[in-house]
């Protein structure tokens, strides 16, 4: 294992769209946590509703410059480039979402400065997390 523990938070305006109408503003918080490096965790605060994905650090990564991702999420650039593209599908339902590509950026080299690219198996413990999935049995 490595240094201390600590995570990344970030709170960035998404805009859901919609058809025929402006995008509407959804709050998502971006987490990414020193205990789980290869993983980003958004929550999406829609009205009422609380939603959170899980989803891989270098998809997000990956789909700032070009589109990536099959089945529940994907990432790609938005035809205006200052946008990215984030489509989250489920069994209860599917949304697409646009937000400030410099902004994911931003927190992207935050989450770098804690754990750099290639270095994530220093902070994962592979033998903790086959011992929870062995508590499952």
């Known amino acids: 294992m490595a240094e201390t523990h600590s995570v990344t938070r970030a709170r960035i305006e998404f805009g859901l769209r919609t058809f025929g109408a402006s995008p509407l503003p959804v709050p998502v918080e971006l987490e990414h946590d020193t205990d789980d490096p290869y993983a980003i965790v958004a929550v ?3 009205g009422a ?3 959170r994905w899980i989803f891989g650090r270098d998809l997000l990564a990956d789909g700032l410059l070009a589109p990536t991702g099959e089945g529940d999420v994907r990432v790609s650039p938005a035809a205006d480039r200052s946008k990215a593209v984030v489509e989250l599908n489920s069994p209860d339902g599917a949304a697409v979402l ?3 590509a ?3 950026a931003a927190f992207l080299d935050r ?3 804690k754990v750099p690219v290639g270095e994530e198996s220093r902070w ?3 033998d903790e997390e086959l011992a929870k ?3 499952l049995d």
């Open 133 to 135: 999935l062995a508590l």
């Open 102 to 104: 410099q902004e994911l």
């Open 124 to 126: 994962f413990d592979f």
């Open 98 to 100: 646009e937000a400030p």
């Open 111 to 113: 989450t770098y400065e």
């Open 44 to 46: 999406l605060h829609a």
């Open 49 to 51: 509703n609380i939603v």
